[in-house]
């Protein structure tokens, strides 16, 4: 049986049948429904995207008041409790949890992409000492496009892995960056022995010590909050930026 919506127009009486699909109708329906040929029709006034679907996504499924939250259909508890943030990442990305050589061969492409171009640091030296951290960050990741202007290349299957595996790898390195210039500190770069939370902490965190130790406390919690942010399923900021 064919879901759909009746709707009566009081202003001509006329019914019109609109299709559910996945619990939702489309706008584009309700646009045909007017009050007179000549006249533009019905449109949908949702400020706030407070209750309007953009896309369909197998991505991220959350219902805040049942507290539920499950990535690719694994629930986030089972992902926190005994997955990484990389491992994570994969599967958001591919739609399944990686085997065990497609997990190293993800983490060495990550790793392998931690660093930064020296200009970038340049550029973020540049900044007044009072720059918030966010700024710093927001227009550290703009300014990557003039390195690679490849990224532009969108319908290019492999280029976009390559973007992809860029954001990851560098986001840690911009972050923490930006943390320590606001803290006066010098930049520290990455530790590519480290795993990739830690490396994150020891970017933070690392002053004289030649290797930096991170607590394995801080590192899980770290990881789990990670995990926790790693999809913004979509949100009204997500979605302007998919838009």
């Known amino acids: 049986m064919t879901e759909s919506l009746t709707v009566r ?22 646009g045909g429904i007017k009050a007179a040929d000549d006249q533009p029709g019905l449109a949908v006034y949702d400020p706030g995207f407070v209750n309007t679907a953009s896309c369909r ?8 008041e049942e507290g539920i939250l499950e990535y ?28 065990k050589a497609e997990y190293e061969s993800w ?38 496009s003039t390195f690679y202007p490849d990224a532009r290349n969108i319908a290019d299957a492999e280029n976009r892995h390559m973007q992809i595996v860029r954001m990851i790898a560098k986001m840690p390195t911009l972050g923490a960056w930006s943390f320590r210039h606001a803290q006066g500190k010098p930049f520290v770069y ?37 995990i926790l942010h790693a999809d913004h399923e979509q949100n009204c900021s997500t979605n302007a930026v998919r838009s």
């Open 72 to 99: 690719r259909g694994y629930p986030i508890e089972q992902l926190a409790e005994k997955s990484n943030f990389l491992e994570v990442a994969y599967l958001l990305i591919h739609g399944s949890l990686p085997t």
């Open 9 to 30: 127009d009081n202003r001509t009486g006329q019914e019109y049948d609109v299709p559910i699909t996945d619990g939702t109708i489309k706008a584009a329906d309700l």
């Open 57 to 64: 996504s197998a991505v991220t499924y959350i219902d805040g």
């Open 107 to 144: 983490v060495h492409e990550i790793t392998y992409h931690t660093f930064v171009h020296e200009n970038v640091k340049s550029f973020m030296e540049g900044f007044r000492y009072d720059a918030h951290p966010m700024g710093m960050l927001m227009a550290s990741v703009g300014a990557l």
């Open 190 to 226: 990455p530790d590519n022995d480290l795993s990739y939370t830690a490396n994150f902490l020891s970017m933070l965190f690392k002053m004289s010590e030649k290797h930096f130790e991170a607590d394995e406390r801080l590192v899980k919690a770290l990881d789990v909050l990670f």
